[in-house]
Nanobody
């Protein structure tokens, strides 16, 4: 499966963005999906994950209550709605897919990665 992330941009603190991750090559209903991010000079960190059906979600504490992960298997797309953005959310955001039965916050459990989309939040 190939993943293409989009929707990044520059916003002011308190603003919102919605990221999309479009999959091609195989139906994403076969994969649990996740978003990770990597700020400049820092390690990649987990943001959110969603089960194959969409019935289960999991968030990093730093984004809980502000970000929402969702998926539309009919459109082969996963989304990350980001509200109340903060400057510390500035990073390159990556979508990832795993063929394992359950999602994980560990990046090494994901088999496929998108190319990343830049999110910049100014104060």
């Amino acid at each position: 499966v190939q993943l293409q992330a989009s929707g990044g941009g520059s916003v002011q603190a308190g603003g919102s963005l919605r990221l999309s991750c479009a999959a091609t090559g195989r139906a994403i209903r076969s994969y649990a999906m996740a978003w990770f991010r990597q700020a400049q000079g820092k390690e990649r960190e987990f943001v959110a994950a969603i089960s194959r059906s969409g019935s289960g979600t999991y968030y990093a504490d730093s984004v809980k209550g502000r970000f929402t992960i969702s998926r539309d298997n009919a459109k082969n797309t996963v989304y990350l709605q980001m509200n109340s953005l903060k400057p510390e959310d500035t990073a390159v955001y990556y979508c990832a897919a795993t063929s394992r039965l359950s999602y994980s916050s560990s990046s090494n459990r994901y088999d496929y990665w998108g190319q990343g989309t830049q999110v910049t939040v100014s104060s």
